[in-house]
Structures are given as structure tokens and as C-alpha cells.
């Protein structure tokens, strides 16, 4: 059975720090990218960051560069959002995607919200 756990988000202020964390099984967790999403109330669900199979390659939407870093462990099948220096606009339901690049499958975890406020 394929599962992506979220956990980690919650209430912050203005300038603190979380870190997300999605754990996987049931795949085979080395052979896919991964990737953070968000969605806020009333948009789209938007891609926030991206990590390739084994680590190599890092991507991220200009709205999160030099706040938030994602990270993974093969050997844990756990991928990270560190998340700094957040802002009010950061508020959303955080969603953990795995995606194999060869045979197109894709899971997704139930989300985590995140909420950034005074």
C-alpha cells in the first residue's frame, strides 16, 4: 500500500521556522522525484519545491528562493521542507508529491497547513 505521511506544520509567527516532513513506503522511494506543493484558500495548488531522485538537483518557485530548502533521505524514504523566515502568504495546505519520471506514476500525501500568523 502506497503512503505519503505529511507532519510538521502548524501555527507560526511572522519570521519563524518549520520543518515538514513526508515519509513514504509502499514504492520504491530512491527512484522518484519528489516534490512540495501548496495550496491556499481560494488558488491553485502551485508547485513550491523539487528534488531529483537521488538528491542531485534542487528547484524552487521564486516566491520561496533563500526561504525554504528541500532535502531528502534514501534511506529513511523521507523528504524535508525546511521552511525559514516565513510570511503571512506562506499560509497554505502543504501537499508532499512523489513522481517516477519513467513510468509517470504519482502519489500524493493528504497535506499538512501551515499557517503564518500574529
Known amino acids: 500500500q502506497v503512503q505519503l505521511v505529511e507532519s510538521g506544520g502548524g501555527l507560526v509567527q511572522p519570521g519563524g521556522s518549520l520543518r515538514l516532513t513526508c515519509v513514504a513506503s509502499g514504492f520504491t522511494f530512491s527512484r522518484y522525484t519528489m516534490r512540495w506543493y501548496r495550496q491556499a484558500p481560494g488558488k491553485e495548488r502551485e508547485l513550491v519545491a523539487a528534488?531529483?531522485?537521488?538528491?542531485?538537483?534542487?528547484n524552487y518557485a521564486d516566491s520561496v528562493k533563500g526561504r525554504l530548502t528541500i532535502s531528502r533521505d534514501n534511506a529513511k524514504n523521507t523528504v524535508y521542507l525546511q521552511m525559514n523566515s516565513l510570511k503571512p502568504e506562506d499560509t497554505a495546505v502543504y501537499y508532499c508529491?512523489?513522481?517516477?519520471?519513467?513510468?509517470?506514476?504519482?502519489?500524493w500525501g493528504q497535506g499538512t497547513q501551515v499557517t503564518v500568523s500574529s
Open positions: 508529491n512523489a513522481n517516477n519520471l519513467y513510468t509517470n506514476y504519482e502519489y
Open positions: 528534488i531529483t531522485s537521488a538528491g542531485a538537483i534542487r
